[in-house]
Nanobody
Framework: QVQLVESGGGLVQPGESLRLSCAAS????????MGWYRQVPGKQRELVAA???????NYADSVKGRFTISRDNAKNTGYLQMNSLKPEDTAVYYC??????????????WGQGTQVTVSS
């Protein structure tokens, strides 16, 4: 069973930066499309940024110009660079990816989430 593991969350002050990482904890063949979502209590999970297997990116309007999604295909790892963080960016951030396993089957997987808190 493929598991995605996020890391890099934490507590920062407004204006500071964080970089989240997402990697498979088990051996996989490749990661196809990948996305970062976030959720605050009482609200639906929302898409923050996404990247296709070819590197095409898409961002929520609220993070355009501040967040950058990227991927390292050699490491099967995805990243979300978050700059100029605001208190409203506070949420649990989740990684989602379409993964091709070593048996070449394709599945959709979620990470366990990492807390990002922006507060002075």
């Amino acid at each position: 069973q493929v598991q995605l593991v996020e890391s890099g969350g934490g507590l920062v002050q407004p204006g500071e930066s964080l970089r989240l990482s997402c990697a498979a904890s088990t051996r996989i063949f490749s990661i196809n499309a990948m996305g970062w979502y976030r959720q605050v209590p009482g609200k639906q999970r929302e898409l923050v940024a996404a990247i296709t297997s070819g590197g095409v990116t898409n961002y929520a309007d609220s993070v355009k110009g501040r967040f950058t999604i990227s991927r390292d295909n050699a490491k099967n790892t995805g990243y979300l660079q978050m700059n100029s963080l605001k208190p409203e960016d506070t949420a649990v951030y989740y990684c989602n990816a379409e993964v091709r396993g070593v048996d070449l089957s394709i599945g959709d997987y979620w990470g366990q989430g990492t807390q990002v808190t922006v507060s002075s």
